[in-house]
Structure formats: C-alpha cells, structure tokens
C-alpha cells in the first residue's frame, strides 16, 4: 500500500503561484492531479507518465499549470500560475501502482489517493 501526503495549499490573489507537493511512500507508475471544487464533481487535472517524459492536462489549465516528478523522491508536483478563482479547489494527488498502459484520465484509473489540500484564489 502506497501512502500519499500532499503539501503546499493555501491562500493566493488572482494571478499568484502556488507549487503544490505530492509524497509517496513507494514507487509508483502514472501519477495525477484532481480537484473538486464546493458542489461539483471531482475533476482531472493534470496526469504524468512513470518517467516523467510524458504530461496531460486538462484544457482549463493548459499553459498555466505544469506537472512534474522527481523518481529519486518519489515526489511529484504541480506547479500553478496565473491562478484564477475558478481554480479553487481540494486538489487530490492519486497515482497508479500497476503497469503502464497510457495517460490516466479517469480518478478509476488509479490505486491510491493523498487526503487533499485546499487551494483558495481570491478576486
């Protein structure tokens, strides 16, 4: 079992930065970001391949946010710009523990979820 704990959260005006953090305990295959946001479904993010070569992302934060891994720490981030409000959310890292067939898009698709961290853009 695979044990995720994402950091970095917190409070930003509109067109702040934030990089959040995600920590596994062992290794892992794919690995994604999810948000859900007051009254709506979870959503995809962002999703990354076990090497790191390849990247996906939804379209509401193409050119904004960039995902990326580090295999020596078992870490992966998501780095956020010009954040609006709309990009509030819980944002939940999840990863895949099996083989590696293709980007993940579905939270289905994956093994093992973090407990969240609040983002919250104000106007």
């Known amino acids: 079992q695979v044990q995720l704990v994402e950091s970095g959260g917190g409070l930003v005006q509109t067109g702040g930065s934030l990089r959040l953090s995600c920590a596994a305990s062992g290794r892992t295959r794919a690995m994604g970001w999810f948000r859900q946001a007051p009254g709506k479904e979870r959503e995809f993010v962002a999703t990354?391949?076990?090497?790191?070569?390849?990247?996906y992302y939804t379209d509401s934060v193409t050119g904004r946010f960039t995902i990326s891994r580090d295999n020596a720490k078992n870490t992966v981030y998501l780095q956020m710009n010009s954040l609006k409000p709309e990009d509030t959310a819980v944002y939940y890292c999840?990863?895949?523990?099996?083989?590696?067939?293709?980007?993940?898009?579905?939270?289905?698709?994956?093994?093992?979820w973090g407990q969240g961290t609040q983002v919250t853009v104000t106007s």
């Open positions: 990354i391949s076990p090497s790191g070569a390849s990247t």
């Open positions: 999840a990863a895949t523990g099996g083989y590696y067939s293709g980007p993940k898009w579905k939270g289905s698709e994956y093994d093992y």
